[in-house]
Nanobody, 121 residues
Framework: VQLQASGGGLVQAGGSLRLSCAAS????????MGWFRQAPGKEREFVAL????????RYADSVKGRFTISRDKAKNTVYLQINSLKPDDTAVYYC???????????????WGQGTQVTVSS
């Protein structure tokens, strides 16, 4: 199983990015796909999740209203639209899959390699 994250970059505060995470192969199943982030010197934190079949979503309080998670089932790809970026959003962003509905990183079993998001003030 591979999760390939992309879309990170350097943006100014107030800008936007769209992160993508493509999963392969589709012969394995997952219940949720999540995004997490880890800033230097900090623990990995939950950002958002989406239940693959129903599209139900959940967000960390710190990103509500600015981040939107979505998925394209035909492409086996999950997206994270990030708007109104702040310097505090600077981190490596990871996608991951889980067999359950959870915000806990330890309950995600497959992880992408991460994509760097850097927000300048």
């Amino acid at each position: 199983v591979q999760l390939q994250a992309s879309g990170g970059g350097l943006v100014q505060a107030g800008g936007s990015l769209r992160l993508s995470c493509a999963a392969s192969p589709r012969t394995f199943s997952w219940y949720s796909m999540g995004w997490f982030r880890q800033a230097p010197g900090k623990e990995r934190e939950f950002v958002a999740l989406i239940v693959w079949d129903t599209g139900i979503t959940r967000y960390a309080d710190s990103v509500k209203g600015r981040f939107t998670i979505s998925r394209d089932k035909a492409k086996n790809t999950v997206y994270l639209q990030i708007n109104s970026l702040k310097p505090d959003d600077t981190a490596v962003y990871y996608c991951a899959s889980s067999p359950i509905y959870t915000v806990l990183a330890r309950e995600y079993d497959y992880w992408g390699q991460g994509t760097q998001v850097t927000v300048s003030s």
